[in-house]
């Protein structure tokens, strides 16, 4: 997909050494702005008239707790974030996502920042409705919980711009290190291509397993890790936050983002009517422009459309 985000932002400042500073994506420190110096807070006009209809898909449960609680773990920017100047007000795409539903759903929507690894867990075990943090919607993932299909991203390699290592495939990671964050389908990739590297008698990817993307992009820039490997627009943004320090390097493997919920929950069809109106009325669009990710959009959601 197209891999060109957010151009000339700044959200989390570089210490004196030139490492990106351990946390940005939680600090208060946090700033995203524009090239006219505006701040990206949330994609405006967002107002969105609940559908009766859509409202009485909703589990009885749900309907009757006026509320959509949803999943996020904000560390991964222009996705899902924190805002400047607080550790509890999450933006990015996903959130302004999960608003138009709440609204069109008749639900005041709550995102909450748990780690990505507890997502789908907390889901399976009914903690929250939803789970909206950039997921890939895979047939693994399928075992444990639904999805309905409403965006797409590829797989960007990143690395430091000086004496950095230039990979543009899977199989170019033998013999490399690379940093990841936990539970990710980077992660899947990486130890997979490790063990395919092994048996052709290449050396092994030394795969480092941050618990979140924060983590991962202090290894790269400390030197701990060559290379690193996330969702084709937030490694744009990664890239693009830092200074000249990180450059692009070529993506792979484009597939639907998903949002997730527990198996069976009742969730699927009235999510799946929504984002497809969402789609209809030009907010999901709006949305993707605003955030700028112009490859973002799908023609059809699907409930469960999983290509792998």
């Given at each position: 997909?197209?891999?060109?985000?957010l151009t000339a932002v700044a959200l989390c400042g570089v210490l004196a050494a030139g490492v990106i500073a351990a946390g940005c994506g939680s600090s208060n420190n946090n700033t995203s702005s524009t090239s006219s110096g505006g701040t990206l807070t949330a994609t405006p006009g967002i107002n969105v008239a609940a559908d009766s209809k859509i409202a009485g898909e909703l589990p009885a449960d749900v309907k009757s707790s006026g509320s959509l609680t949803v999943a996020a773990d904000a560390t991964y920017?222009?996705?899902?974030?924190?805002?400047?100047g607080d550790n509890s007000t999450v933006i990015g795409a996903d959130a302004d996502i999960a608003k138009a539903l709440g609204q069109i759903m008749g639900l005041k929507p709550s995102v909450q920042n748990v780690t990505f690894d507890s997502i789908i867990p907390g889901l399976a075990a009914g903690k929250y409705n939803l789970g909206m943090s950039s997921f890939t919607?895979?047939?693994e993932r399928e075992a444990t919980v639904d999805f309905v299909t409403y965006a797409q991203a590829g797989t960007s390699f990143y690395t430091k711009a000086s004496g950095g290592t230039d990979v543009a495939t899977l199989a170019d990671l033998c013999g490399h290190s690379v940093a990841v964050e936990k539970g990710t389908t980077q992660q899947?990739?990486?130890e997979g291509q490790s063990k395919k590297c092994q048996?052709?008698?290449?050396?092994?990817?030394?795969?480092?397993?941050?618990?979140?993307?924060?983590?991962a992009n202090l290894a790269i820039s400390s030197g701990r890790a060559e290379l690193g490997m996330a969702d084709s627009p937030v490694a744009?943004?990664?890239v693009q936050q830092s200074n000249g320090q990180f450059v692009l390097g070529k993506a792979y493997g484009v597939a639907p983002y998903g949002i997730a919920m527990q198996k069976n929950?009742?969730?699927?069809?009235p999510v799946l009517d929504a984002i497809t109106a969402l789609y209809a009325d030009g907010t999901m669009q709006k949305i993707f422009s605003y955030w700028q990710l112009p490859g973002a959009a799908i023609?059809?959601?699907?409930?469960?459309?999983?290509t792998s």
């Open positions: 997909m197209n891999t060109r985000f920017p222009p996705m899902e974030f924190y805002a400047k919607d895979t047939k899947t990739d990486a048996a052709a008698g290449s050396g092994a990817v030394d795969v480092q397993v941050l618990p979140d993307q924060n983590g744009a943004y990664i929950s009742g969730l699927t069809q023609t059809t959601p699907k409930i469960d459309g999983a």
